[in-house]
């Protein structure tokens, strides 16, 4: 590839308006309508994934939630570009691309819910554990990806981070290596704007985050991070050209973070409502709705199927976290090693010793499992 296609394009790459409208372009083609019609799908169960996890904070129900709204086409965009035998490599924001790839939304959760372990099987539907800490999953996404390259299979790794995550060394180590021995990895970053509450300005001097991609040696691209149109059109050149031997891209997906960072965050304090206002206007969900009703193709019939789908996702993930999960208090020393240490084993008795005493001063305390081991 030529150094100088290697560079993004001085314009985002979109498909699809934020009036629906079909934005015509002559290096990417709309994709199908069968194409969009999942894609339309997969927003309204991402924005009603979104919601209802919202609603399950507020009630206690997760501990925390880092919100989607408004990414929701990313988040799609990342799970049905890949094939079945490819591997996502998500963050912790990323819960819907997660579950997008077929996890069951309350395994998704257990994460956020306080859980100890990442609450699915990563090998079944091969989606690494989120990530919490900014860019580590990266180098775990390169060097998973490069061993499948070694092993001669056409596996495909898409890595997905913040804007925030490319201020990070490990954004530097994973991009370098993966260009260097021409590694399988999609680098797929939703850039909305904020890394908390540091605006990207912050964060970058370059013309954009794409423009990065050039000083590793693989090309960058900007597209709409708010069409979907775009997004699956963007990515699935880049897993393409990854799957035929091509090597990493670097992906900047512009779009906007609607809610606060988490619950646990005062969005007020950093940026204005009325640039929150304007964004509300470029929803992902409502343009791609506005294009597939106009062309015929989304009909009363195939809105309400898909919005009792949603709501069956909901409700699933309502009854599965309204049960209280059952603690066993030696889990926190049983799957540290695979053989106990003197120290650990020393550590739980000590441990199990204030339980019991626990359990006797106040016999409501008996409800603790494991408390008798």
């Not at 509300?280 to 791609?288: E, Y």
């Amino acid at each position: 590839m030529q150094h100088e296609d290697m560079l993004p394009r001085s314009t985002v790459t979109q498909l699809i308006d934020a009036h629906g409208t079909v934005v015509e372009d002559e290096q990417y083609a709309l994709p199908s309508v069968e194409a969009l019609l999942a894609a339309y799908r997969g927003l309204v169960d991402a924005r009603r994934i979104n919601d209802q996890a919202s609603a399950l904070v507020r009630q206690g129900r997760l501990a925390v939630y880092p919100s989607s709204h408004g990414q929701e086409a990313c988040q799609i965009g990342a799970a049905l570009a890949l094939s079945p035998d490819d591997w996502l490599f998500p963050t912790y924001r990323d819960s819907v691309a997660v579950i997008a790839r077929g996890v069951a939304p309350a395994e998704a959760m257990v994460l956020l819910q306080g859980g100890w372990h990442s609450g699915y099987d990563v090998r079944r539907h091969r989606v690494a554990p989120q990530a919490t800490p900014l860019a580590t999953q990266l180098l775990h996404a390169v060097g998973f990806a490069y061993a499948a390259k070694q092993r001669g299979e056409d596996t495909v790794v898409m890595a997905l981070c913040g804007d925030g995550a490319t201020s990070e060394g490990d954004f530097h180590e994973a991009l370098n290596f993966a260009a260097v021995f021409r590694v399988p990895v999609v680098f797929f970053v939703q850039n909305n704007g904020f890394a908390i509450s540091v605006p990207l300005s912050r964060q970058t001097a370059a013309p954009s985050l794409a423009h990065k991609a050039i000083g590793y040696g693989m090309p960058g691209r900007r597209v709409d991070g708010n069409d979907v149109a775009a997004v699956l059109a963007v990515l699935g050149e880049a897993v393409a050209l990854a799957r035929s031997g091509g090597g990493p891209s670097l992906i900047e997906a512009h779009t906007y973070r609607m809610q606060a960072h988490t619950n646990a965050d005062d969005d007020t304090r950093y940026r204005e409502r009325s640039e929150v206002e304007e964004w509300a206007a470029r929803d992902p969900l409502a343009r791609l709705r506005t294009h597939l009703t106009a062309t015929g193709a989304l009909t009363d019939a195939r809105e309400e199927e898909f919005a009792a789908g949603a709501e069956e996702i909901a409700s699933a993930m309502r009854e599965a976290l309204a049960v209280d999960a059952e603690v066993d208090p030696e889990d926190l020393f049983r799957f540290v090693t695979a053989t106990r240490s003197p120290q650990l084993d020393e550590q739980w008795r000590l441990l199990r010793g204030e339980i019991d005493r626990t359990r006797t001063e106040d016999p409501a305390q008996q409800q603790i499992h494991g408390g008798s081991r």
